[in-house]
């Protein structure tokens, strides 16, 4: 037997005992099945279900850069320029209670260095017509121009129900009213200085509004009403809009018992505007709004007669009127992205006059 029969009988011995067979295929594991991110459409465009789940997931926001004009604005400047950017995220989901609603907004803005920052703005939870959280109150709402002074930036804690029957709403809030305003009680006061004693108290208790709503064909109603338990004043707002010709004709008036977390620009008011539709993209809005019996911000001094900040005396209102008026102009330049630009003539008894707005590029997502 020689060398190479022998090499070919051990392979066929080896290869035997092993079963080894030299053309052996390499299986390879069975993929995982990928899901894809389903739209979803139930509650509106850019929802889509978060993968595994039932739930709908929206994002959304805005990057927006702004310059703000009137006298001393800014300090000593007359203008003001700052970016702020917003971030959504909204999340519901059908259940057998209604739809199950989670809402958080993040905002940011930058202006000089040192004065910027991240902060929740909005995070609230929604059931049916619970909603809890802080969010906007509907004092909060406007004409949709920018020379009414009809709201009052109310963003609160709160606790509110809302029935919505689709062409009529009812509903009832109860907010925290924490650092509302600054309110200042005079206790004394010498004309020919400026000077008095006073104690001063920022709103920190409870408040409750109530508002109801009707649409009425290509008319809108809205009527509230908020009572500010610290204060014990409260306010009645009347908004109403319609559909005349080219444009939008809004109506409002406000009134309040006193200054309070509400409304405390005057004892009350009347606005009115018209948004022309010029143009698809094109959008020109003319207002004007009158205040009787306007309230009274005064400068808070410390001990050395060193200000320290500002506050509006409470309880009572000046005899002093005022009256506005101005043009807002909205134009979309492309999809996402608009520009809004607003000037305003405010002319206030006992004070000079000044003209004031802002200047305003948008890139919504």
Known sequence: MNIKSLLIGSAAALAAVTGAQAADAIVAAEPEPLEYVRVCDAFGTGFFYIPGTETCLKFSGYVRFQTDFGRDRSGTSDWDSFTRAQFNVDTRTDTELGALRGFIEFRGNADRDGDSGLNIQQ??????????????????????????????????????????????????????????????????????????????????????????????????????????????????????TADIGPGTLGLAGVWASGPNAYYAQAEWAVAAEYAIKATERLTITPGAQYYKNISQEVTVLDAGLDPIGTGIVSNDWTNDDAWKAGVTVDYKITDGLTTKMTVNYIDADNADDQVTGFVRLQRTF
Do not use: C, H
């Open 123 to 240: 995070a609230f939870i929604e059931l049916g017509g619970l909603k809890v959280g802080k969010f906007y109150s509907w004092w909060d709402d406007s004409l949709s121009g920018e020379t009414d002074d009809i709201n009052n930036q109310a963003l609160f804690n709160s606790i509110r129900y809302t029935y919505d029957a689709g062409s009529f709403w009812v509903g009832a809030s109860v907010d925290e009213l924490e650092g509302t305003n600054e309110f200042v009680n005079i206790t004394s006061f010498d004309p020919a200085t400026g000077i008095g004693t006073f104690t001063t108290e920022s709103d920190n208790n409870v408040g409750i509004a109530l508002g109801m709503g009707a649409k009425l064909g290509a008319a809108s109603l809205q009527l509230i009403g908020g009572y500010d338990v610290d204060q014990e004043e409260g306010a009645v707002r009347l908004i109403a």
